[in-house]
């Protein structure tokens, strides 16, 4: 018998999605992947090497728990340079890959009773993460027209005295959403009034398009920097996902907590791959703008193909490599005798006969649009945008 923990959880639906799509693919049907939460870059060459040397260096054993040094100190630089920050080596910890990062916050922050404000749409592991501890996720509803912002006043009515955090996830991965300063300011001022923590996953913080600029909460002031912990991480800014590394920073109490919880799990993050790390953060940055401009070019030419498909609309972004377009006005439209009724089904209908894999946008708690990854050829966007656009003028509309 398994435990009530375990039963309660699900798979990653976005894990899900993209091996069904590589199944298909490596089954020799053409599918376009816009499934995918990773960065098609290759790591840049210099990274590689770093870790090349660390093998050939015998740099082959246990580290500090919570990273070596240098890398530490390295994050410590980005924070300073990157976000206006401060923090002592004792704040930071390294663990394998942000996502586990967040994992320790969980494990060292909640308890049964405690609830965990959760801004929806949200990405798919903090629910989870939070059910695990046997804490209470609260699902506060945002709205594009609000740009998929949470307003002080949403937040503010769901604040109780069991509230023990909010998560923050700016930009933002289902949405490409990134958090203004007014409203930045208002939910650190209900933070520290109301004395909860403030998790700020900003894994998508090099990836911000225009005029727009990645602020972190956490650098605002003395009062809120107590009361936050910020997640970051390598995948996303260097292409990275496989070499699993992540961060957080935070008060020196809580960074001890999970220091101590991951000491007793996985013990320190890759001993090569942290290595690597100090050279992705210390090394030239000129891939993470190639890349960014890249993201940029195919960001613009996928909101101007989408909104040309009739029944869906799509905001365009400030930030990550997603666009969330609606496409609850397709439901209710039939193909053969289905009706396509559901995010899920319209993820369904496509992957089948659009050969186009994406993400529906239930999996993220919102039901009424699809979350497309546009981390792939512009060729491929091309492509998958013109299955898209057939597939919706095959359907049967709602009678
Ligand atoms: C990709 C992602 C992560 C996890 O990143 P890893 O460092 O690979 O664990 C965390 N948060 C969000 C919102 C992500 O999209």
Redesign the pocket.
Known sequence: MLSARAQKIKPSPTLAIDSRAKAMKASGVDVINFGV??PDFDTPDNIKEAACKAIRDGFTKYTPVGGIDPLKDAIIKKFHVDNGITYQREEIIVSC????S?YNVAQALYGPGDEVIIPSPY?V?YPDQVLLNDAKPVFVQTLEKDSFMLKPEALEAAITDRTKSLIL?SP??PTGMLYDKKTLEKIAELAVRHNFYVIS?E??EKLVYGNAAHISIASLHDEIKARTIV?N????SHAM?GW???YAAGPADVIKAMTNIQSQSTSNPTSVTQKAAVEALNGPQDFVSVMRSEFDRRRTFIVRGLNTILGMHCMAPNG?FYVFPHTASIYGSRFHNKTVASSTDFALYLLEEAKVALVPGDAFGDDNYLRISYATSLEDIRKGIERIRQAVQNLMPAT
């Open positions: 939460g990773e890959g942000a996502k586990h967040l990405w592991s996830n933002s991965n996953d894994i998508y997640i991480g390598l995948s996303k996902t699993r590394l992540g990550a």
